[in-house]
Every structure is written in structure tokens, then in C-alpha cells.
């Protein structure tokens, strides 16, 4: 079972979770939050993550895994494949089974918000077509581009369109700073995989950039999360999404030191903790500051 829940990454999942739980706040400000379909959005939104996540390994262990010697314990797929502890074919198959999972709970939501279908698919597509041939996104220089949206201002975005009945540019604003912390934990571990990824063709904006170039983006990624936070109260958003600036010494931490061992292997991953980190302590902190609007009503 071990070797399973390893395969799942399940502790990544906070990248998809997080902003369903802050577009849920969202709407119940709004006086629209329902348990039962938000529960139904986070299994959904969890078994396409897993799905992508699993789906990667697979497609990865045919390229750039093989050939990684800089694994970290963020880094370099779960390793289930290349350490003989599940099949390639089981993989695979633990894929297809989450995705049907998503799909099976994307049929329940339709039957009162037939756009699901439009949003959730297009989540599926990103997730499956970021690894798998002919398409590739992660080797194109797109795979970022695409889990910017999918991870960010889609689910929002989408989330808030399950609970309210309504598709707005402010709910898929909100998931813009999240957007922006995922793009940086992607980004922050393509440093230990350059090397593989190189040799296997897998051509990702770091690689493409080169790591002395790519290394200003991670800064770049980690400011316009608390930018664009700044930015949503400013064009209207609740003042109380300004607790998620309480995560900046994190993020100022994690820049710090990934600024000093971008290079080297072992010391880049305090750098990469503090980025997930910083990511949950965000969607944490915004949606309790949501919460303590709603409150306060």
C-alpha cells in the first residue's frame, strides 16, 4: 500500500486543494457555500492531480527519470518506476482509474452546472497533454504557462462557478497569487532536474533559459503572488486577503537560499520545501482572512 500512496504524491496536493478552499471562502462570503458540492469539487479537483501526477511519472519514466542522479524529496517524480516497486503498465493504470474517478464526479456536478464539463475537461487536457506525446506542454516551453491556470485562477474560477451558479473574471482573478506560487514550485524544481531533463530532450523554460538565466524567474514568480494580492484588494477584493502578506518572510527565506545554491543539489532543497511552504501558508491565510469577513457580517 506504501508504494501506492508514494505513486499518488499525495502531499503535492495542497497545489490543487488550496485554491478550492479559497474559492469556497470566496463564495461563502457571498452567502453561497454548499458542503456537498465542495466536497464533490475536492475529490474531483484531487483525483486530477493525482491523475497528472501519476501520468507524468509515467511519460517521464521513458525520458529525463531514467537518467536523474539530482532527486530530491520534491523533485524527480515519486521514483516508484525506477526503484522496481510498481510497473510501469500499474502506473499507467492508477491513472486512468483517477482521471475516470474525476470524470464519474464531474458528471454529478453537471447535472446543475453543465460548464463543469468545459472547465474540468480543459483541467484534464492540461494535466494530461503537460507529459504525454504528441503534445508535451513541459517540453515546449508551455508546461509552466499551463499549470499557472490550471492550478490557480481555473479552479477558482471554476469552484466558484459550482457553488454560485456564476462564471466571473473576479472569482478567476482570485486564483492568480496561488497561480503564481505553483508556476514557482514547478519552476524551482526543474534546477535539480536540469541535468536529465537536458539529456533527455525535455525542454522546459529552465532548460531552454539555461539555470543562471532561469534563476531570476523564481524571484520574479515568488513577488507576484504577494503583487497580485496587493493588486485584488486594491481593485476591490476584501482588505482581509492582505493576511496572506504574513507568508512573505517565507517566501523571502526561500528566495534567499535558493539564490545561493540554485547549482548544487542538496542545498537547493530547503529552498524547495519553503516554496510549498509558502504556497500553503498563502491559500491558509487568504481564506481564513475570507472566513473572518464572513464572520463579521
Not at 475516470?100 to 453543465?114: E, F, I, K, R, S
Not at 497533454?129 to 504557462?145: D, H, I, K, N, Q
Not at 545561493?260 to 530547503?270: A, E, F, L, S
Request: proline content about 6%; some cysteine; glycine content about 12%.
Amino acid at each position: 500500500m506504501g508504494d501506492y500512496i508514494k505513486a499518488l504524491r499525495a502531499p503535492f496536493l495542497s497545489g490543487s486543494l488550496m485554491p478550492v478552499i479559497l474559492a469556497a471562502a470566496w463564495a461563502g462570503m457571498n452567502g453561497s457555500f454548499q458542503w456537498t458540492p465542495f466536497v464533490l469539487i475536492m475529490l474531483g479537483v484531487g483525483f486530477l492531480h493525482v491523475a497528472a501526477n501519476l501520468i507524468n511519472d509515467w511519460a517521464d519514466s521513458a525520458g529525463s527519470d531514467p537518467l536523474n542522479c539530482q532527486v530530491t524529496p520534491f523533485s524527480g517524480g515519486s521514483r516508484v518506476i525506477q526503484e522496481g516497486r510498481l510497473s510501469r503498465g500499474t502506473v499507467l493504470i492508477l491513472a486512468v482509474f483517477f482521471n475516470a474517478a474525476a470524470l464519474a464526479v464531474g458528471v454529478v456536478l453537471m447535472m446543475n452546472h453543465p460548464l463543469v464539463g468545459l472547465l474540468g475537461g480543459l483541467g484534464l487536457l492540461i494535466g494530461l497533454f503537460y507529459s504525454v506525446a504528441p503534445v508535451r506542454l513541459m517540453c515546449r516551453g508551455l508546461g509552466e504557462v499551463g499549470i499557472f491556470f490550471a492550478f490557480g485562477p481555473l479552479v477558482t474560477l471554476g469552484t466558484h462557478y459550482v457553488l454560485t451558479g456564476d462564471l466571473t473574471w473576479t472569482a478567476f482573478m482570485l486564483g492568480l497569487p496561488l497561480g503564481f506560487l505553483i508556476t514557482a514550485v514547478i519552476w524551482i524544481n526543474q534546477f535539480p532536474d536540469f541535468p536529465a531533463d537536458r539529456a533527455a530532450g525535455k525542454k522546459n523554460l529552465v532548460v531552454h533559459l539555461g539555470p543562471k538565466a532561469a534563476r531570476w524567474i523564481y524571484p520574479s514568480l515568488m513577488a507576484g503572488a504577494f503583487i497580485s494580492l496587493i493588486v485584488l484588494v486594491a481593485v476591490g477584493f476584501p482588505a482581509l486577503l492582505l493576511l496572506g502578506l504574513a507568508a512573505l518572510p517565507l517566501a523571502v527565506k526561500a528566495c534567499r537560499v535558493f539564490w545561493r545554491g540554485y547549482t548544487k543539489h542538496p542545498d537547493i532543497v530547503p529552498a524547495q520545501a519553503l516554496t510549498i511552504q509558502t504556497q500553503l501558508a498563502v491559500g491558509a491565510l487568504t481564506s481564513l482572512g475570507l472566513v473572518i469577513g464572513l464572520l463579521a457580517k
